[in-house]
Each structure stands twice: as structure tokens, then as C-alpha cells.
């Protein structure tokens, strides 16, 4: 039978508040206020057994508190704070979020990158997901791209940086999306793993370029692709990027939405792509009626 989680959080105040209380002649007060942080722990997990997940978070949140404050075990401290985040994602995200910083802001004082950054992109989710919050989460993934790419990883640094790019262009931050997105292509031109994926980041810091409405900005950027990768030239992409720049160029809103329906029945456009190039056809809209 499972154990009830508010008896036991009175068992844990009871603890705690011994361990508190008077002096103590014999010592001893080590081991009380560890009973009371597993007696919180307890809690907590029985608090989850029945999905009262925010007093489970506020449980482990008094365990992490003893363990930092009383105990002097910071490490011991984190791990039970990334529990109370997992806790507290669903019904309390800004709680969540405070609390899984409060645990990287230790991993970073470590020197524990890898695991800061790991904690560091699922704030960002957090962030992106839960509260709907871009700028945020931007920067949260950022800074855990820079802290994979400091501890070697640089597969997962680039997905990360990759995400990053997709956020920064939705918000219309075209240059940074473009310099992202040509940064990893670069990189990945020297990975037989990544390197099909390469014609895919050059079509979408292709489209950011469009839609940042400089065409001499994108045919130069066309140029420096072809340098970068000769085979670049043949792909479906290039030549897709080409006749969308004629089509803006001309102001031939028909041609472009002709160019993306032929590309789209042999590789079909994703969210992401479609939602920019809608931009793009708009723009061209736009400028045929300055023009009328």
C-alpha cells in the first residue's frame, strides 16, 4: 500500500524542526537533518505516485534545501532539484524552470558542461513548449549549443544551433538564421555523416536570404554555396533557389507559387519552409501593388 505523502511531509517538518531546535549535547544533528531531506524525498515521490505534482516539486524543492543549506551536499542538492523540475514541467512550468536553473547554475560551477548544457536545452523546451516563450527559449538553446561545442560534442552542438537558426528566422532574424544555418552546412561538408544534409541548410539560409528581401545578398550567397560544395550546382535545392530569387526578381508572384508546387511534389515542403516562402510570395504581392 502506498504511503501517504501528507503524513510524511509532517514526519519531515517534525525532523526538520528537531534537527532546528536547542543544542545538542551528544551531536547527532548530521543525521536528523538527512532523515528529514529523505523523509521530504519520500514525500515527494508518494506525492507523485498520485500526480500531485506541484506538491511533489515543493516537497523535493525543502529536500534540496536541506541538502544545500544544512548538508553541504550541493551535488545531492541538484539531482533532487532536476527531479522536482521533471515534477513541475507539467503543471507548473515557470516553477520548473526555476528550479532546473538553479541546478545548471551548480553543474556550471563544476566545470560539468556537458550535463549543464543537456539540462540547459530541456529549459529551453520548457521555455518554447510549455510557456510559449521564444526569446527565451532562443537563448536557452543558444547557451547550450555553446556549451556542447565547448565539451567537443559538435553533432549535438550543430542541432542545436539548427533550432536556433528555425526559431530566429521565425522571428524574423534573418541574418542570424542565415549565419547559423551556413555555419553548421559548413562544418557538416566534412562529415560523410552530415553531409547529405548540407543541400537542406543552404536551401533554408537560402530562404532566409529571400526573405530578408536582398536579392544581391542571395545571389551572392548562392555563389559561396557553389564554392563551398561543388555539387551543390546540380541539386533540386540550388536550382529551386534560383528560380524563386527570377521569380521575386521579376515580381512574378504565379511563377514563384509554380517553382514551390513543381519542388513540392517530389520533396514536400515542411512547416518551417512554408510558413518563410508565404512571406516571401507576400512580399512579392506587396511590391506589385507599389508598383500598380
Not at 510524511?8 to 531531506?37: C, H, I, V
Not at 524525498?41 to 544544512?70: C, S, V, W, Y
Not at 513541475?88 to 536553473?101: C, G, H, I, N, Q
Request: charged content about 25%; some cysteine; glycine content about 4%.
Amino acid at each position: 500500500m502506498a504511503q501517504d505523502p501528507r503524513a510524511l511531509m509532517q514526519k519531515a517538518d517534525k525532523a526538520a524542526s528537531s534537527a532546528s531546535g536547542g543544542f545538542s549535547m551528544f551531536g547527532g544533528r548530521t543525521e536528523k537533518w538527512e532523515n528529514a531531506a529523505d523523509l521530504y524525498t519520500q514525500a515527494a515521490n508518494a506525492f507523485r505516485m498520485q500526480k500531485q505534482n506541484h506538491e511533489a516539486g515543493a516537497a523535493f524543492e525543502k529536500a534540496a534545501d536541506i541538502q544545500k543549506n544544512k548538508l553541504s551536499e550541493p551535488d545531492d542538492m541538484a539531482n533532487t532539484l532536476t527531479e522536482a523540475f521533471k515534477v513541475y514541467r507539467k503543471d507548473s512550468p515557470e516553477d520548473a524552470a526555476r528550479v532546473l536553473t538553479a541546478a545548471i547554475a551548480h553543474y556550471t560551477s563544476k566545470g560539468s558542461f556537458r550535463r549543464a548544457a543537456t539540462h540547459q536545452q530541456n529549459l529551453g523546451e520548457v521555455y518554447e513548449l510549455e510557456l510559449g516563450d521564444t526569446a527565451r527559449a532562443l537563448a536557452a538553446y543558444e547557451t547550450a549549443a555553446q556549451w556542447f561545442e565547448s565539451d567537443n560534442a559538435e553533432a549535438l552542438a550543430n542541432k542545436l544551433y539548427l533550432k536556433v537558426a528555425d526559431l530566429a528566422a521565425l522571428e524574423g532574424d534573418y541574418a542570424k538564421a542565415c549565419q547559423l544555418f551556413e555555419s553548421v552546412a559548413k562544418s557538416s561538408l566534412n562529415s560523410n555523416l552530415m553531409r547529405w544534409s548540407v543541400k537542406d541548410y543552404f536551401l533554408k539560409a537560402g530562404i532566409c536570404h529571400l526573405a530578408s528581401a536582398d536579392l544581391v545578398a542571395t545571389n551572392r550567397a548562392l555563389q559561396n554555396y557553389r564554392d563551398l560544395d561543388s555539387s551543390f550546382g546540380q541539386t533540386r535545392e540550388h536550382m529551386l533557389l534560383q528560380d524563386l530569387a527570377e521569380a521575386v526578381e521579376k515580381g512574378e508572384q504565379d511563377l514563384f507559387a509554380d517553382k514551390l508546387f513543381q519542388f513540392d511534389q517530389l520533396s514536400k515542403l515542411d512547416k518551417w519552409k512554408t510558413t518563410l516562402l508565404l512571406k516571401v510570395k507576400n512580399g512579392i504581392e506587396e511590391q506589385g501593388e507599389d508598383f500598380s
